[in-house]
């Protein structure tokens, strides 16, 4: 890398639950109180946001000497969350800052994104509702997407955070969901075209669904975004494990202009899971899927049950 050559990443991470341990009586948090069967207690919590921390701090940095510059999150309870996250031992140096807006989902859960403040200058952000309905007509409520637009390295970004519905109730039931969000999407990557025709989109999440599902093909034909993921996916490679089987529900996709250089300063560098061994199973049968914090009721005192997903982008 020649000296002033710069790459930058930028990271996806469902965090797998992060709740306080303070009861919200205006959502369903009360499986993560001191007094649940799962004893979410301080320890517990402290220890969890120290883990996410170290991971942060970490991701990518094989090809960069700093930490992400944006990480855009799933399942984060609020913003007490995400003040004590980013005030946390191994990531108070790093200065980050966030954006988050509260959500009607029933669990309470939302996106949100981390940023460098120094680095990523934010210049706007929105949220964007997924509006659904159960068999009986009565609206299901589930996490928005978020936007955030900023600047880094003196261009305009369009960042998009989404955390789509899950395929509880059978991937083919709930299929229409995940649908429904990528078309939200799709209208969002349109109003910031008719802004701006050359607007350089990056739409991350957990999108519940694989590279090669019908939504997130319908997010690369409609909206002219490039998946890097449906490389990185393979038998032995993922975000998430089901069944002993890889799935890569975490993906960030983009707008083929970062494959411009000659137009711009920011250019597609690589895409990758962060799945190093640390954030693993170390050993029995689940040997290499991701240490998560709970398996059902029982604590374990991992990570998350998904690895994060970054790409880099370089300035020449």
Known sequence: MSNNSKTYTLAFYNIENLFDIENDPLTNDDDFLPTSRKRWTSKRYENKLRKLGSVISKIGE??????PVVVGLAEVENKTVLSDLVRSKNLIEE??????YDSSDERGIDVALLYKSDVFKVENSETFSVYLQNEFGVQDYTRDILLVQGKLNNEKLNIIVNHWSSRREGEKETEYKRITAANVVNSVVKMLKKEDANARIIVM??????PNS?????????????????TVWSRDKGSLNHNF???LFDQILISTNFFESSKSSLSFN?????NNKNLTQYHGKYKGQPFRTYVGKKYKGGYS????????????
């Not at 049950?305 to 020449?316: A, E, G, R």
């Open 305 to 316: 049950d998904h690895f994060p997903v970054y790409i880099q982008l370089k300035n020449p």
């Open 245 to 247: 089987g890889w799935n």
């Open 95 to 100: 200065n980050y800052s966030y954006v988050h």
């Open 214 to 230: 019908k939504s997130l093909s319908l997010l690369e034909k409609e909206s002219s975004l490039y998946n890097p993921f449906k």
């Open 205 to 210: 999440g957990d999108f519940n669904d694989n």
């Open 270 to 274: 690589g895409a990758n899971v962060f």
């Open 62 to 67: 094989e090809n960069t000497d700093a930490a």
